[in-house]
């Protein structure tokens, strides 16, 4: 009996080691929509009036002190880079949401590049940026995204129409105008601007935007603190007034 108390005791241990590891294990996986969920209620006050919070905006083609890209649109950031809102979903980039609604803000090249709008994209060009300021050595590629209305009826300016491949922009460069295009006419997002900074495979491409691991923060380069566990607990400003 003695022995079979001991082995019984030895089981419950490992069990509530297990259990202990696999709660942990459920926290982690929970936690970015957990801190995600209160930017909703914001967002939403913002886009019931965005007229009545223009301090919650930022404005295209401002810099933040010391940083290297300008600020692409005008807007509120509504979500950043790491955000979730649902489990095991992770955002690859920023959403900034227009003040004024479809095809009615302008959407600038953040930096200086190189652009490619692949055949089949309605909504979406990509830059290429060489020489990555914050590690140099290193290229990358700047994506922007949702530039067209549900049907798909592009935002995207005419002087890069599909197929454009490497075509030089500078920074500032008139790139479209947001919208609302998701794919699906029956569910559009809100208009807003995605931006996702993605990296480089290697050999002179880009990785796939849609999975975290390719993508990289674009908080410094725009010279905000905008992750999913920066402190959301006022609207995002230059990184300096926080």
Known sequence: MALLSSVLKRWAGLLALVGLALGVLLFVWLWPTIVTRPRLARLGAYLSDPAAH?????????RCPGAPFLFPTDGYLGFGFGDSWRPGHRHTGFDIFSPVGLNRTPVLAASDGYLTRRPDW???VIIRVPEDPL???RQIWVYYTHMADPDGVSFVDAAFPPGTEEQFVAAGTLLGTQGNYSGDPGN?????????????DGQGAFL???????TLDPSPYLGLKAGVYDDWSQPITCAGDQ
């Open 122 to 124: 309605l909504s979406t």
């Open 135 to 137: 590690q140099p050595g």
């Open 54 to 62: 223009p301090e919650w905006q930022l404005q295209a083609g401002t």
């Open 188 to 200: 559009p997002t809100g208009t807003h601007l995605h931006l996702s900074i993605v990296l480089d």
């Open 208 to 214: 796939n935007e849609t999975r975290i691991e390719n």
